[in-house]
């Protein structure tokens, strides 16, 4: 089974940085996935993590540690439009089903 | 554009009534993914198939019932609907390996 931890909510604000946490627990890893999802939209690919360590893409950066089933997602220079959910997920058993842990919500205020 | 297509986008039924959901994947992927996410909550994973095959199973209610066509579109059938189904169900499909999912724009279901 899995078992995929991720705080609720978070606040930051405007061009500040914020850290979202991800811990999770899966028999056999194959990589960790991090989704954003805008109230009542469809979730979007960010990044993904195999290894250990810090991937960066402009603004944002995903890192992993597999040794303590954890990853953060990273979001510099914050912005209004990222006000939005953040999915951590992970694929799962033998046909790499994706389970989504139950997101964090990120609010950004001016 | 995810390459996902899903149709209706919105949908609004009855209790007791039966609805289908459809899916179209990217185009070359074989895989389909279900999800059913209730307001506020969650992705919960309903189903998964992989070139017309059923792959995996997650909390999906005996209510429901899904299929992927020889074509790999695929359909979500709900039935003896309930207001507490309300909710929006996504379509996401894979590729080969390890690689993103790719969500269409979600069905929202509204029972009343």
């Known amino acids: 089974g899995q078992n995929i931890d991720q705080p609720t909510e978070m606040t930051a604000t405007e061009g500040a940085i914020v850290q979202i946490n991800c811990t999770y627990q899966?028999?056999?890893?194959?990589?960790l996935f991090w989704y954003q999802q805008h109230a009542g939209e469809a979730p979007t690919f960010l990044s993904y993590?195999?290894?250990?360590g810090l991937e960066e893409k402009g603004r944002f950066s995903s890192f992993l540690s597999r040794s303590k089933g954890y990853s953060y997602l990273l979001l510099k220079e914050l912005q209004m439009k990222d006000s939005a959910s953040y999915l951590c997920?992970?694929?799962?058993?033998?046909?790499?089903?994706?389970?989504f842990g139950a997101g964090t919500r990120l609010a950004v205020h001016p | 554009d995810s390459g996902v297509t899903q149709t209706p986008k919105h949908l609004i039924t009855a209790t007791g009534q039966r609805v289908t959901l459809r899916c179209s994947p990217r185009?070359?992927?074989?895989?389909v993914y279900w999800y059913q996410q209730s307001l506020d909550q969650g992705l919960q994973f309903l189903i998964q198939?992989?070139?017309?095959?059923?792959?995996a199973k997650g909390n999906i209610l005996e209510r429901f019932s899904a299929q992927q066509f020889p074509d790999l579109h695929s359909e979500l059938n709900l039935s003896s609907l309930e207001l507490g189904d309300s909710a929006l169900y996504f379509c996401?499909?894979?590729?080969?390996?390890?690689?993103?999912?790719?969500f269409g724009q979600g069905t929202r279901l509204t029972v009343v």
């Open positions: 899966t028999s056999g890893f194959n990589g």
């Open positions: 185009s070359g992927d074989l895989s």
């Open positions: 997920a992970v694929p799962s058993g033998g046909y790499n089903k994706l389970i």
């Open positions: 993590n195999v290894l250990d």
């Open positions: 996401a499909s894979r590729g080969q390996g390890n690689t993103e999912a790719f």
């Open positions: 198939y992989y070139n017309g095959e059923e792959r």
